[in-house]
């Protein structure tokens, strides 16, 4: 029993700046690997940004250089800068982490948050 909170979605112009949060609670021993994904319009969802539990980061060529992702441990939160944003940009956000609990992993979503960027 995990769940993922994410907020911070919101309309946004183009070239401006978001911070999305998402927080981790219920019983967890670890998070492992968290990321952000997104659903644009019309498309399938796709992988944003990846960090594992020791910082290591992967990024969607389409937003290396714009967006930054990182956590806080000790919070179970992981965090998405969103700097210079483009109306492609727009879409539902969500996050996702792999939960090490007991000697199992369990992969968990959130809800999803809605960024809008407009030109």
């Known amino acids: 029993q995990v769940q993922l909170v994410e907020s911070g979605g919101g309309l946004v112009q183009a070239g401006g700046s978001l911070r999305l949060s998402c927080a981790a609670s219920?019983?967890?021993?670890?998070?492992?690997?968290m990321g952000w994904y997104r659903q644009l319009p019309g498309l399938q969802r796709e992988l944003v940004a990846r960090?594992?539990?020791?910082?290591?980061?992967n990024y969607a060529d389409s937003v290396k250089g714009r967006f930054t992702i990182s956590r806080d441990n000790a919070k179970n939160t992981v965090y998405l800068q969103m700097n210079s944003l483009k109306d492609e940009d727009t879409g539902v956000y969500y996050c996702?982490?792999?939960?090490?609990?007991?000697?199992?992993?369990?992969?968990?979503w959130g809800q999803g948050t809605q960024v809008t960027v407009s030109s």
């Open positions: 996702n982490a792999d939960a090490r609990i007991l000697a199992s992993t369990y992969n968990y």
């Open positions: 219920g019983r967890i021993f670890r998070i492992d690997n």
């Open positions: 960090i594992t539990i020791g910082g290591s980061t």
